[in-house]
């Protein structure tokens, strides 16, 4: 029992590290979305910039479930170890190719083969999850599946952690021009070593012994698309799965993780570095009710948990990020008389001609807190006729008393996530018969997940910008969550009346 202990942890490891290092390539493009804005598109509109990057990101997002498709019918065809090998290579060369591309000044092509690598990742990540989860869940004993798949249910927050991190120290090490000029680009490079060491660590793993066992007996499938899909009886658990559990499990996920970093840097203008450090720290101490709540579902059932989960969020959002973006609200704060700072300074490009004129003005107030704004002017050569739209920047750097209170938020809005989350592939895993599994389980995950998750970001950000009117310039900057309170609550109804909450035996 105790060799079997240990196998299984090992299996758990090496699985939960390479799926880590996944996730970690595919959110390091997330996490520098605002820089990534500045250098592969051009820079006439930034809001146009902005958004076109997060269309790049939430592409990688759409793709994913076409790899579900791809690897999920080579996983049920020859096995999970070598396809969720395959995946990783994919994602890891993607990666490190992002960090070498040249910026758009220089190469206008960039956009393009950005979008090209980005499709990449989101087709390896297509692939990745289903086998990592499936394989670890065929080496557990049925009554604590909940227990030991949750453990990959952790690697997508850790590897959102880790890339915070590497991007975190990179800006710690350098200067704030060097971290814009080049530094951005090492935790791409870094993707190269890390998938190196996880590829080594997979090739000594045995294949699963469910599947070994199918192909021993001969009972692999040999069309595992039309058996997912053709099939009517496993057509309606996958449309159930997808509609009352992943998608509503996918928007908790990406707005408590992904949508509260947008919010918090773009409609909030918080300073990166005071974001990221406390989206680190949040993220670092929920975590573990993954496990937690992975282990209460073997315990009194998945459904009730994740329902309860997306419950609790749909009716929490609004306040939670009403809190948040009044602690920013320079309007309800008091500036302290005698402490502005202004600075004027103008350069002139010596490739165009063209003259530029920044103004920075600091407003210290009686909180701590400290607004810096920051107008750019670029004339035309030898004119005074502006040649581009004014650049506006704001950034605010909250004062101390701030950063418990926003911690504490986002670890709520990540507990959330820990509840649909943690159980989820231990249900969708239970739902099909151990020769489809990896197909059938896939698809409705990525769409959950990928589709209607990974368009939070620019949904909710397109949906505050067109909040904004002349009599409302400032717009309705809570606009933005009406798409996943409305995604969650119609996954909770649909859950609630036809989500079973028996345990399916194959």
Known sequence: MKKSNQNLYSVIGASSLGTLIEWYDFYIFGSLATIISEKFFPSGNPTAAF?????????????????????????????????????????????????????????????????????????????????????????????????????????????????????????????????????????????????????????????????????????????????????????????????????????????????????????????????????????????????VFGALSDKIGRKTIMLAGMLIALICYRPIFASLYSYADASHKTEIAGKRLSQTTAHIDASTGDSAVIVSTMHTYTDGSVLTETQKKTFAAGTSRDKAIPQVKKSMLLGHMYGSRVVGFIFVLVLFVTMVYGPIAAFLVELFPTHIRYTSMSLPYHIGNGVFGGLVPFIGTLMYEYSKTPANPSGDVLAGLWYPIGIAAACFIIGALYVSTKHQKH
């Open 51 to 291: 958004l076109s990057t997060l269309a790049t990101f939430a592409a990688g997002f759409i793709v994913r479930p076409f790899g579900a498709l791809v690897f999920g019918r080579l996983g049920d065809l020859v096995g999970r170890k070598y396809t969720f090998l395959v995946t990783l290579v994919i994602m890891g060369g993607s990666t490190f190719c992002i960090g070498l591309i040249p910026g758009y000044a220089t190469f206008k092509a960039a956009p393009v083969v950005i979008l090209l690598l980005r499709l990449l990742q989101g087709l390896a990540l297509g692939g990745e999850y289903g086998g990592a989860a499936t394989y670890v869940a065929e080496h557990a004993p049925e009554n604590r599946r909940g227990y030991f798949t949750s453990w990959i249910q952790t690697t997508a927050t850790l590897g959102l952690f880790v890339s915070l991190l590497v991007i975190l120290g990179c800006q710690t090490l350098l200067s704030k021009d060097d971290f814009y000029n080049w530094g951005w680009r090492i935790p791409f490079l870094l993707s190269i070593a890390l998938v190196g060491v996880s590829i080594i660590i997979r090739l000594k793993m045995q294949e699963s012994p469910l599947f070994e066992k199918l192909k021993a007996e001969g009972k692999v499938s040999a069309n595992p698309l039309k058996e997912s899909f053709g099939h009517k009886a496993n057509l309606k658990m996958v449309l159930l799965a997808l509609f009352g559990a992943t998608m509503g499990q996918g928007v908790v996920w990406y707005t408590g993780q992904f949508y509260a970093q947008t919010f918090l840097l773009k409609t909030c203008n918080l300073d990166a570095t005071q974001v990221n450090t406390w989206m680190g720290i949040a993220l670092l101490l929920a975590t573990p009710f993954f496990v």
